[in-house]
């Protein structure tokens, strides 16, 4: 089968994601194409299903993967498709948040137009090494009331990779199912 994902990533998490689900896809016999989003990606025609990803920052999902999926809503509501949403959010299994983060995807879904056959919400990670110093704080508070991580000395990752596993194999059997 051939695929593609299109990803949109501010500190690589989701990028990291990507490229797993690549490497996953291609062991499992596919022939895959990865493109960020900010990077003249190619159009999901002549690909059997797409999959594509963002992180969610200030409530908002990236812009250029807005801008893609505006650009090729067509296209991509004949083909399958999944969307895997990536944020912090998630990570603090509090039913208010994970709510939220549902909402923004929802919201995200309607305003673009775009249906796809599946989605996902998934933890990305906390990167304080790379942050600045203000960034660094605010993200140490926003962590500290969520009982999350607060030593700055170094980064957390919350990807749950059983769970991207997961989802993948839920998008390539359904995909399978309808060809």
Partial sequence: MKLLIIYGTTEGQTRRIAHYMEVLLQNNGHQVTI???TVNPPSP???D????GSSIHMHK???AVKHYIKKYLAELNQIPSAFFSVSLAVASGLEEENQEVQKITNDFLQQTGWKPMLTTQIAGAL???EYDYFKRLIMKMISKKQGGATDTSQDYEYT???EVNKFTNQFINKVSQKS
């Fill in 35 to 37: 493109a960020d989003t």
């Fill in 49 to 52: 299903a797409i999959l594509i």
């Fill in 160 to 162: 749950n990779w059983d």
């Fill in 127 to 129: 990167k304080y090494t």
């Fill in 61 to 63: 999902y990236q812009s």
């Fill in 45 to 47: 025609e002549g690909y």
